[in-house]
């Protein structure tokens, strides 16, 4: 059975995984929905999710406030993983890290269906047509720069046992720049097959001032009599 996993990176339930969902999926806000939302812009029954020819399809269902993916209104659109679906005020992440990781590498995560695991060729087609399209020194490159990537073994632990106060001031620190990186990346701009997406300049420049923001924060972690 086709499973789908989503990642609530914005709205009421931020932070939660709805993991593994056997498609179809609906998505609202009503008790009976495999996805529910604790949001009150999102309809009762806002959209569904279904498999079509191995593709996974999102629709709306005739919702008050719309759907969006990777930023553009839709009523129905194939999903590819990494794709950013907003409903109401609830944005969503459409597949697992290792499913991203495989699209953003060129390299197609199998797909398991009764136990089977498959690569769709049309996806294999694709990532080929993809690779052929990038110039040699890309393909090939001779200086090899390392890639952040989401990967549970790496990320680093939170400090145990932070005392009331500490604990909500970190709190604060982690809302105030995620608010500034939802903010940056809410209004961008995706080709049609989503392989690219845009940003506006003054996005961008969020963007530079969180990761400078960040440098800070750590210089002053490690070296707190130090003036920043």
Do not use: C
């Amino acid at each position: 059975m086709r499973t789908v996993t989503f990642l609530v990176l914005e709205g009421v339930d931020k932070g939660r995984v709805y993991r593994n969902l056997p498609v179809p999926v609906t998505i609202g806000r009503e008790e009976g929905n495999a996805l529910r939302l604790n949001d009150e812009r999102v309809s009762r029954y806002h959209a569904k999710i279904q498999l079509e020819d191995a593709d996974v399809i999102i629709t709306d269902l005739d919702s008050t406030n719309g759907t969006r993916v990777n930023g553009a209104a839709v009523q129905i659109r194939r999903l590819r993983a990494g794709d950013q679906i907003s409903i109401g005020r609830t944005m969503l992440l459409y597949g697992t890290m290792e499913e991203i990781e495989a699209r953003r590498s060129g390299k197609m995560a199998p797909v398991v269906e009764n136990g089977v695991q498959t690569i769709q060729a049309a996806e294999l087609a694709a990532a080929a047509g993809s690779a052929a399209r990038k110039p040699a020194a890309v393909r090939n490159p001779t200086v090899h720069v390392p890639e952040w990537k989401y990967n549970d073994k790496e990320i680093p632990p939170l400090p145990n046992k932070l005392s009331p106060a500490q604990a909500a001031r970190l709190s604060e620190v982690f809302d105030y720049l995620h608010r500034a990186i939802t903010s940056s990346v809410e209004n961008i701009e995706a080709n049609d097959d989503g392989t690219e997406v845009k940003i506006a300049f003054s996005e961008w420049q969020t963007i530079q001032a969180v990761q400078l923001l960040l440098a800070q924060y750590g210089r002053r972690v490690s070296e707190p009599d130090e003036t920043v």
